[in-house]
């Protein structure tokens, strides 16, 4: 009595339509459990991508020197930020590229029409590279612009709008602050919001030396920001930075920092790791619900060889051998486990593309996500399917036929 493969599954197939209800409760457990792994890889990938956009926001070989003059908790005299430390840093460092200095404070910016409350920094042209911040239109100003004190703007999308709305701001004069006209030379490209709700968009660029003489700048720059030749030299860099930075500010073996140095690089690298313990915490947890959905698939399976007990013993009389009947469960093991993960596989989809679309992240499943998934789902049922067909196979035919 020997079967093809398409018989097989053919009364496999015809099985599982006689008993929708069954068929459906069956695949409901491994569709649950496989569209939630799929969901959860999805999630934790979202979210581990947006994180580390955030960071990218303010470049990826960038170390940051802040001074500890506004800290309740320092104890010392600190020092401000200064040019002499710019210098130093530019002289010294050997693996820094560029040293950018910042300084950031929000002023009242006035068009002909309009006033809006931003950010404006002084600092110098290296900025936009630093932070990686192409243009939109227009430029950024130079180093004659900044040894001239040069009464020139380099602003962002959102102060455009709104001092500007549509137009092009490019050649029209803003006023910051009661007394500082400056002629707009450039629009930076749109970076968005940061997870803390901050716009990076609210920005007004201008030379650092036309900020000190216009707008003053009595406790020194707020930041530098260091640039390093390669990613790879980021940790050698902030090394290198300290005794630079300590022989600057004329410190003593015995005194402490009067600055912090850190990178935003090295957050990135904890919120990496964390994102990775809880992604796959999370993947650990949908794994469960796929052994409950597989667990459902055995039991489901021990029922329907109670119930078929009579036509088993009917196909061993009549010629089927115990493996025939063992291939004949296994394949509608199969049938059931690989329908209930490809409708896992659509529910995992569309459930990640619903939460990507409502966080604005990334939610793209790869078709090898997809398929492993889908693959494991299916093993799952199969090998949960194997004891109720292996007790099929072994049942004695005689008492198979005597089952009411």
């Known amino acids: 009595m020997r079967q093809t493969r398409s018989e097989i599954l053919g009364r496999a197939l015809r099985t599982a339509v006689r008993n929708p209800g069954r068929t459906l409760l069956t695949m409901l457990g491994l569709a649950i459990g496989v569209g ?18 955030q960071f990218e926001l303010l470049g990826t070989r960038v170390v940051y020197i802040w001074t500890n003059m506004n800290r309740r908790d320092f104890g010392g005299s600190a020092r401000p930020l200064t040019d002499f430390d710019v210098e130093a840093l530019k002289r010294e460092a050997m693996t820094v590229e560029r040293v950018v200095p910042r300084i950031t404070e929000v002023q009242n910016v006035r068009s002909a029409q309009t006033t809006f409350p931003t950010k404006v920094t002084g600092t ?12 939109l239109v227009g430029g950024m100003f130079d180093d004659t612009d900044v040894q001239q004190r040069a009464k020139v703007a380099v602003i962002g999308t959102t102060v455009a709008q709104a001092l500007f709305g549509r137009r092009d701001p490019v050649g ?25 709700g901050e716009d990076m968009d609210e920005i007004v660029l201008i030379p650092a030396t036309t900020y000190e003489a216009f707008l003053g700048m009595p406790i020194g720059y707020h930041e530098l ?14 090394v290198e930075a300290v005794p630079i930075m300590r022989r600057s500010h004329r410190l003593s073996e015995n005194d402490p920092d009067d600055f912090r140095i850190a990178s935003p690089a090295q957050a990135a690298q904890v919120a990496r790791f964390v994102s990775t313990i809880l992604t796959g915490l999370l993947m650990g947890i949908a794994a469960v619900s796929l052994l409950v959905g597989g667990i459902g698939v055995m039991n ?36 059931l486990s690989f329908t209930g993960s490809m409708v896992g596989v659509a529910l995992g989809w569309v459930a990640s593309s619903l939460v990507a679309r409502a966080m604005a992240w990334s939610g793209n499943l790869s078709v090898l996500t997809i398929a492993g998934a889908a693959a494991f789902g299916t093993s799952v049922g199969v090998a949960f399917g194997y004891l109720p067909a292996r007790r099929a196979a072994q049942l004695e035919p005689i008492e198979a036929l005597r089952h009411e």
Do not use: H, Y
């Open 225 to 238: 920001m260091l640039q390093v030749r390669n990613i790879r030299l980021l940790e050698t860099g902030m």
């Open 172 to 196: 029209e004069t803003i006023t910051i602050g009661s007394n500082l006209p400056c002629r707009i030379i450039g629009v930076l490209t749109s970076k968005g919001q940061q997870t803390t």
């Open 36 to 53: 939630a792994f799929l969901a959860m890889v999805s999630f934790g990938t979202g979210a581990r991508a947006s994180v580390m956009e």
């Open 124 to 135: 110098m042209p290296g900025f936009v590279d630093i932070r990686e911040w192409p243009l």
């Open 300 to 335: 489901i399976q021990l029922v329907s060889v109670a119930e078929r007990t009579k036509e088993i013993g009917i196909r061993s009389a009549i010629g089927a051998s115990p493996r025939q009947i063992l291939v004949q469960f296994l394949a509608e093991a199969v049938v």
